[in-house]
């Protein structure tokens, strides 16, 4: 007879992790199970160290902005090792005609070549631009375009999204990837309109809307520590090497049928593995569901680490790093100068920078051999941070399904998977698929499941 858990946790990456985490809290260890596909846990989250560099597969860490992440933090025992990324971060810059443009605070702005002067003024015009009255969906770039101009959307909105989801600002619905942001405009009539209101606010003491933008954050052994820790407070509540084939549900409790044919029952069950994976589990349970799941679409991601010489790269690399607009032509998205960040991820005299490449707007990058990879990076990288010699360490991450893309018609999904919860009391979808893609947005996701939101 197979044990009967309280609740399963079906894909232990960083949303999983931390449901599984609070399921054990609330019910005991007997009581949860975790069953995890691949033969780690982390998913996306992942870290790999070699010859003296720290390199990040996924996320190089979150903003320190949400307390629940934090908390977890600090449940977990890690709080003295999490490290804050230097204060150069605050120093960003765009690939602009032939070199980088340092994005500064006005008046520095206007001066800074990121924009043309027409871009600056049509930019600054914002206040003025009437409030959108209307209840159709709005792409990231429309919204962008039509507030702070074509330019300001391609230059700076446009590779922002590209940096976040790996996605087209054209096709990416604003109020589910930027909910704040649209609410800026419905609840005070335009961006600058509303940062004033909210400063307003806080100095009449009403608290801080806005909330501070959070600094990256992460541990000074990668963010695998932080899974690694949950790992070991979990214990033998983690099944590696168990992919979920079906999930069913009769007289109130669901059997989860394990890719080796097995049957473990349970009150509940939290589904945290990628929508695409998670339509094929509750197919022949709810066709609704499996459809609503099936038609949220992924960005693919390749991330190039490469470590070189200091001496070899003429730039000083004091930033966070840069993105590169689409109308600049080149097939790199962005680059993160991440030994920069967190100085301890190279070895002494060396530096360690990650390249994305791919993403919604070029779907064949991901199948690019690494030479010809590397050659891009010889073709555009090197010429803008002026590297002179190969690099002395190199890592390739590439991900089909990378990150999904919040399109239009992404509220009606979520309101369909919603119903479906409610119908079928006990089971929850977690993950980045849904509300959030940032490993915060993971972690508010996963408490939702276990009701501690
Ligand atoms: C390149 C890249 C860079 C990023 N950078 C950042 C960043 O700097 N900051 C930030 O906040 N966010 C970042 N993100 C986003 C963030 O990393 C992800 O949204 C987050 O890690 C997703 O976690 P998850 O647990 O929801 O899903 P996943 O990490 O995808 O985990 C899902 C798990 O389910 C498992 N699984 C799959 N199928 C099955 C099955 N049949 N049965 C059981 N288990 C299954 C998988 O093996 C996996 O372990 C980045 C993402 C990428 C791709």
């Known amino acids: 007879m197979s044990t009967h858990y309280k609740t399963i946790i079906v894909g232990g990456g960083i949303t999983g992790c931390c449901a599984a985490y609070y399921a054990m809290q609330r019910d005991g260890a007997d009581s949860v199970l975790l069953l995890e596909a691949s033969d780690s846990l982390g998913g996306t989250a992942q870290t790999e160290s070699m010859d003296g560099f720290t390199c ?22 890690l709080e003295e090792q999490l490290v804050r990324a230097n204060q150069l971060a605050a120093r960003r810059f765009i690939f602009r005609n032939g070199g980088l ?56 909105v446009a590779p922002m999204v590209s940096g976040i989801y790996g996605g087209d600002a054209k096709q990416l619905d604003l109020a589910s990837c930027f909910p704040k942001m649209a609410a800026m405009e419905a609840d005070h009539g335009g961006l600058v309109k509303s940062m004033l209101a909210k400063r307003k606010e806080k100095k009449s003491g009403g608290g801080s809307a806005m909330g501070p933008g959070g600094t990256l954050t992460s541990f000074g052994g990668g963010i695998a520590t932080l899974i690694n820790r949950a790992g070991e407070a979990l214990g033998d509540c983690v099944r ?43 197919a022949e349970m709810d066709a609704d569901l499996a459809d609503a799941l099936d038609s949220i ?72 051999d690494d030479d010809a990879l590397l050659d891009l990076l010889r073709d555009e990288l090197f010429p803008i941070l002026d590297i002179q010699a190969d690099p002395v360490m190199q890592r390739i ?33 977690a993950g980045n698929a849904y509300r959030g893609v940032g490993l915060n947005d993971c972690v508010l996701s996963a408490l939702r499941a276990v009701g501690r939101d």
Not at 242 to 267: C, H, L
């Open 101 to 156: 443009r340092e994005i500064k605070p006005p008046p520095g702005f206007l001066f800074s070549k990121v924009l043309s002067l027409q871009g600056c003024i049509r930019l600054a015009g914002e206040p003025f631009i009437p409030q959108r009255v209307s209840e159709e969906e709005e792409s990231i770039w429309d919204f962008a375009a039509r507030r702070i101009g074509v330019e300001a959307a391609d230059t700076l």
């Open 297 to 368: 679409p992924y960005a693919s991601m390749v991330v190039v680490c490469t470590g070189y010489d200091r001496s070899a790269v003429g730039h000083d690399l004091d930033g966070f790093g840069f993105l590169v607009p689409r109308t600049q032509e080149k097939r790199i998205l962005g680059c993160i100068w991440t030994s920069t960040l967190f100085p301890g991820r190279a070895p002494d005299g060396k530096v360690l920078i990650r390249t994305m490449i791919g993403g919604a707007a070029d779907p064949e990058a991901v199948g690019l």
């Open 240 to 282: 590696c090497n168990t992919p979920v084939q079906r999930i069913s549900r009769q007289d109130e409790v669901y059997t989860v049928r394990t890719a080796n044919g097995e049957d473990v029952i349970a009150d509940s069950v939290i589904v945290a593995a990628p929508t695409h994976v998670a339509t094929g589990m509750v």
């Open 56 to 77: 990040e597969k996924g996320p190089n860490g979150f903003l320190d902005k949400e307390p629940k992440t934090l908390d977890w933090v600090r449940d977990l025992g």
């Open 397 to 429: 991450y590439r991900y089909e399904k990378a990150i999904p893309q919040y399109t239009f018609g992404h509220q009606a999904r979520l309101r369909r998977i919603e119903a479906a919860e409610e119908r079928n009391p006990g089971l929850f979808f």
